[in-house]
């Protein structure tokens, strides 16, 4: 049995707008563990991208317990979130968020500067296939290499978990399968612990297990025998 | 019902509200100095053209030794005189019951039926002097305020070494002496000096003039040729002593005036431009920020089917900044108008000071204003009616960056490349903060530095040239043994004696006349120095002229002058210029008293005596010059200076306030702008930086260096700038009777600089606290 790095004991995330209430997630429960990779489906609204941010120490639950490892993610504050964010975990996001005055080996030295034992940028580079792009601004990417180059700059600093928000929401079926490769790659290399939300059914097949949102709960676990290789995977 | 566009407006205007407000203000001030400048010109000019038409001011002055009274009906021959009035006007010494220190006065003899002709008197209180009554007195508005007096009180006169007492029964004003200083003073003291009028009778008694006058007022009739009225009236008076009749433009209230009025138009012209362009340089960057980070805003509408509405849209925007600037600048105007008002009215004694705000003013302020918001948001609300919506609907096209950096920038970490790349990539808008905050930072040293100048004018250089505690200058010259009677009045310990003598000074076509004063080499009390405040080497022969003079002639050392002197036998002599002095007020020659005596071919005279007191004695000393005959102004030079600090020092110091406080807005509004507007621009990669687990504190660093090295570079090029500044707007402040010196202390560099760094960091809290909220998931929702 793998450690458990990531707990979630009823967890409620509740927005006051005006004086209406709305949940986004209402005492959820949850277990992730050491090296697994989770794929997050549910419907548009069912708080998935809520679940990865408080998961991910940027944002803050209502009530309920979340906890990485010993760090208690709730009672956390801003300080201990930032540190925790440095150290622990590494974003992906639809949009590729990269900085449009840093080349590529720059955006991913951001983190390389102030990371521990960070790989070298190039080293990143190579490995989600952009050895020969290093030197290029964003604006001089596809959107799928934008995203490959947010995937290294994520990884860089050998991070103990992965989140990612729908990280080929904007991209085609084979632009999105290089960037699923080099997540499936990073997970089975360093062990790095993965959760990727998507809309996307068919990329639920390279997971270890799947998990079902709805109204702001895990409706529904589905743990695969056999993960699918990306380069398998189409839509 | 609000259109949905305009809702938006307002929630643009509530988010911008830190910079609509700035912008606002720094428009205010330039509105505010443009109407308040203007309401005290017009205020000034308006009182005086009414109370010189009241009072009938004269055209022309002439005073003279002695003239027996039938030569005057020879004044109404002279073609171009419409009306006239001679007198007898003499400088003596009051006593005041219960005020020790002798007090100066003019006294000016009314005719035999009290009514003058021309500088009419307007009778503020009591009445006029009844038909003979050879004791009664009028006084000065200025006069009966700063001593409490009332028609019924008494005044006495040492009149040729006779006191005689008078009964106050009027209180007037004169167009004369709508602004009065004693004989030798700067500025007025009304405690201490006053205009007296009396019945002719009763100066010529006192005199020995009956029958005599010895001061002619005449004005001009239509058509009049100034310059013949002038050489017809000297020559029918050159042999009875007669000095050189002049305009109004060296009659000392009418000067101090039109000088006044002159400086506030100056004000007026010269100031309200920065802050305008410095507005709308502000309002371009502002609204070119809020165009550029809503291009798919704005091609979401136009894709809707909105037209021209939407450049309206932004228009709108321009309009709420300059209406909001120009109602707060036009109230501000309005109010600081009344305060320079306020601080004028000892100034300038009219019966009447009526504040005169002309309707165009503010109108024409309004439209600077307006024109100046137009002129700032032109370019965006053009950019909004040119894009086209397919096109706006992408991301504007990155800058160029370029990667081929030097070398060493590769150990640059990549956090700070990011800053640099900023900078090099929109080299225009830094350019443009840099700019801004170089403006402010001359400002408000132009604003702080009128202390210094004060301070080095009192302390320094009026100190150094008159080193003396009283000054008594007499009735006319008198032989030298006067200087050992001086010498011997109780509290005196140390007397020097000086020459004065009027001249009248040609150089080619131009002629001026001025004083020549006369001192040795050895004088202690009073000196001449250059502009390093040395004692300059009074030469054997030739005359120095004060700088602002020789300035105006347009002679050089070693230029030759023709000297006439005034006095006496009306010597005509050429001279050289043998240098120029720095003095700060008023404008003069000065000689060596021997030169001079020589010159005048006439046994030595002295027509002042400076003193040093024993300050033990100086009660004695009050009871004895008003005990003295033949003193007819006596000043105390601690007391002057005393006066000038807390007369025109409160002045000054209140404008500097003012101008100190506007400078800081605008430093306020540029740094806060360009701090603002970095944070929009970064927000979404500040964002991802922190996500990235940078700590609010790195973020901070990384938004704030772009404006910290600005700041940097800003300030020593700023304060630069300023030094020139002021010595320009001291020249355009310079009239030919005053000067200020460039006098800049170190502590105004200081405070300047410190202004500027307080505004950069009040600029960077409010900003920062922005980012110390920063909600990460919503900057990510909304992706700025
Ligand atoms: N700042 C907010 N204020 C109010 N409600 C919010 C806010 N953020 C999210 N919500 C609400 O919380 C719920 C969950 O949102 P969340 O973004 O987690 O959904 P999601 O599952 O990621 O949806 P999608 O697949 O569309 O991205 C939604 O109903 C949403 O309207
Ligand atoms: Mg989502």
């Avoid at chain 1, 900085?99 to 590529?104: G, M, V």
């Avoid at chain 2, 400086?263 to 431009?273: F, L």
């Avoid at chain 2, 120095?544 to 105006?552: G, N, P, T, V």
């Avoid at chain 2, 006066?643 to 101008?659: D, H, K």
Wanted: glycine residues 8%; proline residues 5%; neutral net charge.
């Amino acid at each position: 049995m793998k450690p458990l790095v990531f707990a979630a004991h009823s967890l409620s995330k509740i927005y006051h707008v005006g004086s209406v209430e709305i949940a986004a997630l209402r005492e959820l429960d949850l277990n992730i563990f050491e090296g697994e990779f989770i794929v997050l489906l549910g419907p548009s609204g069912s708080g998935k991208s809520t679940l990865l941010n408080i998961l991910g120490g940027l944002d803050s639950a209502t009530s309920g317990a979340a906890a990485w490892r010993d760090h208690n993610l709730v009672a956390a504050s801003d300080e201990e979130l930032t540190l925790y964010r440095r150290q622990h975990v590494g974003f992906v996001f639809q949009s590729y968020n990269l900085i449009p005055s840093l080349t590529a080996r720059e955006n991913v030295a951001l983190v390389t500067d102030i990371a521990e034992r960070p790989m070298k940028p190039e080293d990143a580079l190579s490995r989600v296939g952009l050895d020969a792009r290093m030197d290029h601004f964003p604006s001089q990417l596809s959107g799928g290499e934008q995203q490959r180059v947010a995937i290294a700059r994520a990884i860089a600093k050998r991070p103990d978990v992965l989140l990612c928000d729908e990280p080929t929401g904007a991209l085609d079926s084979r632009t999105g399968v290089t960037v699923l490769a080099a997540l499936d790659e990073v997970n089975r290399a360093f062990g790095t612990t993965t959760i990727v939300i998507t809309h996307n059914i068919a990329i639920a097949a390279m997971a270890d297990r799947v998990m079902h949102m709805a109204d702001g709960q895990v409706a529904r676990v589905d743990e695969n025998k056999q993960r699918a290789r990306p380069e398998d995977i189409r839509w | 019902m609000v259109s949905a566009l305009d809702r938006k407006l307002l929630r643009d205007c509530w988010r911008l509200g830190g910079q609509i407000i700035t912008i606002a203000l720094v428009m205010a001030s330039g509105i505010a100095v443009f109407i308040s400048a203007l309401a005290a010109y017009h205020s000034l000019q308006t009182s005086q053209e009414r109370f010189y038409e009241e009072g009938r001011f004269a055209d022309v002055f002439l005073r003279l030794k002695r003239a027996p009274l039938p030569v005057a009906d020879r004044i109404a021959e002279i073609p171009g005189i419409a009306q006239y009035d001679v007198r007898l006007v003499f400088d003596v010494i009051i006593d005041l019951p219960g005020v020790s220190l002798p007090l100066s006065g003019r006294m000016v003899g009314l005719p035999a039926d009290g009514r003058l002709q021309i500088n009419k008197l307007h009778l503020m209180a009591g009445r006029m002097i009844g038909a003979d009554r050879l004791d009664e007195v009028l006084v000065t508005q200025g006069f009966a305020e700063g001593n409490a007096l009332r028609p019924g009180d008494m005044v006495s006169a040492l009149l040729n070494g006779r006191k005689q007492r008078f009964q106050i029964v009027g209180v007037v004003a004169s167009p004369e002496y709508v602004f009065s200083v004693a004989p030798g003073e700067a500025l007025p003291d009304d405690k201490r000096y006053g205009v007296f009028y009396v019945a002719h009778d009763a100066l010529a008694h006192a005199f020995a003039m009956e029958g005599a006058f010895n001061d002619v007022v005449a004005t001009y009739s239509p058509g009049a040729n100034a310059r013949s009225v002038e050489a017809a009236l000297d020559q029918l008076f050159a042999r009875w002593g007669g000095l050189v009749a002049h305009g109004r433009g060296q009659q000392p209230s009418h000067r101090q005036l039109m000088d006044e009025v002159r400086q506030q138009g100056t004000m007026a012209t010269t100031i309200p431009p920065v802050f305008l362009l410095v507005s709308a340089f502000l309002l371009r960057v502002v609204m070119g920020r809020l165009v550029a980070s809503q291009r798919e805003q704005i091609a979401t509408l136009k894709a809707l089917g909105y037209g021209s509405e939407i450049s309206w849209h932004f228009a709108k925007f321009a309009a709420i900044v300059v209406t909001l600037g120009a109602v707060v600048g036009v109230v501000l105007g309005i109010m600081t108008g009344q305060a320079i008002l306020a601080t004028y009215r000892p100034f300038f004694r009219f019966p009447e000071f009526t504040y005169d705000v002309r309707l165009w003013t503010p109108l024409a302020a309004t439209a600077l204003a307006f024109a100046s918001g137009v002129g700032g948001a032109l370019a965006a609300v053009r950019e909004v009616g040119r894009l086209r919506p397919a096109e706006a609907m992408r991301p504007p096209a990155p800058p160029a960056y370029t990667s081929r950096d030097p070398r060493f920038w590769h150990a640059v970490p990549a956090r700070w490349m990011m800053a640099i790349r900023g900078v090099m990539a929109h080299p225009l808008r830094a350019g443009l903060t840099l700019g801004g905050i170089v403006t402010a930072a001359p400002l408000i040293l132009l604003s702080i530095f009128w202390t210094d100048a004060l301070n080095n004018m009192i302390d320094v250089q009026l100190a150094a040239t008159d080193r003396s505690d009283a000054v008594l200058a007499f009735v006319e010259p008198l032989p030298p043994r006067v200087t050992d009677e001086v010498r011997r009045l109780p509290g005196v310990i140390f007397a020097e004696p000086i020459r004065t003598t009027p001249v009248r000074l040609r150089v080619a076509t131009q002629s001026y006349e001025t004083g020549v004063l006369g001192i040795s080499r050895e004088q202690q009390l009073r000196r001449v120095l250059d502009e390093h405040l040395a004692p300059i080497d009074i030469k054997s022969d030739g005359l120095l002229m004060s700088r602002r003079l020789s300035e105006k002639l347009g002679l050089r050392s070693g230029d030759e002058v023709d000297v006439e002197f005034l006095e006496g036998r009306r010597l005509r002599r050429e001279t050289v210029l043998a240098g120029t002095v720095n003095d700060l007020i008023g404008v003069s020659a000065y000689a060596d008293r021997i030169w001079l005596d020589r010159f005048l071919q006439e046994d030595r005279r002295v027509s002042a005596v400076l003193v040093r007191l024993d300050s033990a004695q100086t009660e004695d000393f009050y009871a004895a010059v008003k005990r003295t005959p033949k003193i007819a102004t006596v000043s105390f030079t601690a007391r002057s200076m005393r006066n000038f600090r807390e007369t025109t020092g409160a002045v000054v110091l209140l404008m500097a306030g003012f101008f100190t406080l506007f400078a800081i807005t605008i430093a306020f509004g540029v740094v806060y702008n360009s701090a603002r507007i970095a944070y929009h621009e970064h927000a979404l990669e500040l964002a991802t930086l922190r996500i990235l687990g940078l700590t609010k504190l790195e973020t901070a660093r990384l938004l704030f260096a772009e404006i910290v090295i600005e700041i940097a570079l800003a300030i020593p090029i700023g304060l630069v700038l300023g030094r020139s500044l002021v010595r320009l707007l001291l020249l355009a402040f310079e009239t030919e009777m005053f000067e200020i010196p460039a006098a800049i202390g170190p502590a105004s560099y200081v405070l300047t600089a410190l202004s500027v760094l307080v505004a950069t960091i009040a600029s960077m809290i409010a900003i920062g606290r922005q980012l110390w909220r920063f909600d990460l998931v919503s900057v990510l929702k909304t992706r700025a």
